[in-house]
């Protein structure tokens, strides 16, 4: 039984939770935009304070490893390796999909495919197919959706599909057993049951070596030069 400290800044939202035996005790998020630069640290200082903790008071910090805002996850993971490499706790690294799924999976309690799905732009999603217990069925990926997407899948089972990729596919599935579940954000709170399992398992990472899963390589854009 663990004192875990739960970063998770892999989209929009900035979230930091804390979390004892996979309970979250206390949580803190913003999902206005991508000002995780600004509020991490704040969030992760107010938890401790207002806990009666210091850094080194905890088990160990957990952190969503990705895929997701390639920006956001460096953030984030920056700052739990710089916890951690302060007070020598261990990382623990939770993929951002699979815990995503197991907090739909829990609340549903149904037999069925679990499809997190999160924002690539355009009509792509990073994704992955999870079943009642959490287990992989699909390792994640990039994904272009059409028309086509997992047919033979929806062919024989009910799926359900959340994350802030899932509304912009709605339309476009529309088997019968596709299910769309809106409202669903990533949350350092996801992290909590699945970071009480890694400490206990002694899954940690490589303070040093780690990196976020970023799923497809960084892509910056260079503004057009005005013509005069």
Known sequence: ???????????????????????????????????????LGTYVDEILQENNLTATSLDAVAVS????????????????????????????????????ALSIADKLQEEALYCPMIDARRMEVYTAFYDRSNHTVIDTKAEIIDENSFTDLLANNIIYFFGNGSDKVKDILTSSHARFISGVETSASNLA????????????????????????????????????
Request: aromatic share 8%; net charge positive; glycine share 8%.
């Open 65 to 100: 490893m990705g895929p997701g805002s390639y920006t956001g996850l460096r953030i984030g993971v920056s700052l739990a390796k710089g916890l951690c490499y302060g007070t020598g706790k261990p990382l623990i690294a939770i993929p951002t999909l699979q815990a995503l």
């Open 193 to 228: 049951l699945l970071a009480e399992q890694a400490w206990q398992n002694k899954q940690f990472v490589d303070v040093a070596y780690f990196e976020p899963f970023y799923l497809k390589d960084f892509v910056a854009t260079i503004p057009k030069k005005k013509v005069i």
């Open 1 to 39: 039984m663990a004192l875990i400290l739960n970063i998770d800044t892999s989209t929009a939202v900035c979230s930091v939770a804390l979390a004892k035996n996979g309970q979250t005790i206390t949580i803190k998020e913003n999902n206005e935009g991508l000002n995780h630069s600004i509020l």
